[in-house]
């Protein structure tokens, strides 16, 4: 089983829906992340959680929200998707104290989200 | 995060090595290099990182140059399951682990 585990995988929708994607982990880290990635940009982050009572903004944190329910879940929410929110989300880890030292992220498998 | 440039592209053959180079002019002392990549509809896996000396790992070799302002990645030799995207990395400051991916090197392994 994946350590970084992402649902949906796929996910159609239309404009003006809300969408949830969740994110689980079994590493056992304090530090989770969402990034977007589209064609030509590479990876950009949404939001990232240091603890469970932890939550910033990233680079593009517009028309986005999250949720750090426990430390081994961090969900991403589109409270009105809109078709430029079309894109590849990815749901990060990465270790704290001296872990944090490696810069290390394991990554899920990705969401394919799809606004129309 | 300090800036990185990276070529957009690199071929190679297989079973030759790869060099893929990174320059970050305005590394800081304490900036760690990290590089990741990201293999077809696969998210970024970690790579290789280092500070100051040369490293190496299962998966490449890290080359540091002693002034610190360029690095470079070598496959020794490169498969076609190399062919991904390459990123080099200088996360630095406070906020360790906030990563920021630029547009990497893609590479392609011909047969």
């Known amino acids: 089983d994946a350590d970084v585990t992402q649902t949906p995988r796929n996910r159609i929708t239309k404009t003006g829906k809300r969408i949830m994607l969740e994110c689980s982990q079994t590493k056992g880290h304090d530090r989770m992340y969402w990034y977007r990635q589209d064609p030509g940009l590479g990876l950009r982050l949404i939001y990232y959680?240091?603890?469970?009572?932890?939550?910033n903004k990233g680079e593009i944190s517009d028309g986005y929200s999250v949720s750090r329910q426990a430390q081994a879940k961090f969900s991403l929410s589109l409270e009105s998707a809109i078709p430029n929110q079309t894109a590849l989300y990815f749901c990060a880890t990465s270790g704290s104290g001296a872990l944090a030292n490696t810069g290390e992220l394991f990554f899920g498998e990705g969401s394919r989200l799809t606004v129309l | 995060d300090a800036k990185t440039t990276q070529p957009n592209s690199m071929e190679s053959n297989e079973e030759e090595p790869v060099h893929l180079p990174c320059n970050h002019s305005t590394i800081s002392g304490t900036d760690y290099i990290h590089w990741y990549r990201q293999l077809p509809s696969q998210g970024p896996e970690y790579v290789i990182h280092g500070l100051t000396s040369n490293v190496n790992n299962r998966m490449a070799s890290l080359a540091i140059a002693e002034d610190r302002k360029s690095s470079t990645l070598i496959l020794h030799r490169a498969t076609l399951r190399d062919a991904a995207v390459y990123y080099c990395?200088?996360?630095?400051?406070?906020?360790?682990?906030?990563?920021?991916f630029g547009q990497g090197t893609i590479l392609t392994v011909h047969p």
């Open positions: 959680s240091f603890d469970v009572k932890d939550i």
């Open positions: 990395i200088l996360p630095g400051g406070t906020s360790y682990g906030k990563l920021t």
